[in-house]
């Protein structure tokens, strides 16, 4: 039989597409490189929290996370930039009732609860099956 290409993405013994960029799916919104961007940004520990408060506790202002995380202003706009350039917080502005001016308040995007609530949290609810996992395997 000869080899004719196909419209047909070409699958690995497990099913799974050889080539990772197959996953998505044919109209995606996002470019692998952007699913991957997102990653590596809750890689580090102060976004990973910053994500994780404001997924669990809505949306916060720059105060309000400074006081809830410990850490200064620039260290904190630093990685909220970082964490809004690759879509998993959006930045908003919202006049307070009573008061005059804008205030600026950062919540997660639906990239950024999935991205938390399927990623890491996920693997950190998962240790206990883990730890069973490689404690049979130990015994054999």
Known sequence: ???????????????????????????????????????????????????????????????????????????????LNKLVDVGLIEKRQRTERGEDGLHTYYRATVFGEVTLTEGVDELIRGEREFDALYDSSERS
């Open 1 to 79: 039989m000869s080899d004719m290409a196909t419209n047909e993405t070409e699958t690995v013994d497990s099913g799974v597409p050889e080539d990772p960029e197959d996953l998505l799916p044919e109209e995606s919104v996002l470019t692998l490189e952007e699913y991957l961007e997102m990653h590596a940004a809750i890689g580090h520990r102060t976004r990973y929290e910053v994500l994780y408060r404001l997924v669990h506790s809505g949306a916060m202002s720059p105060k309000e996370l400074e006081h809830a995380l410990d850490i200064d202003d620039s260290t904190l706009h630093y990685h």
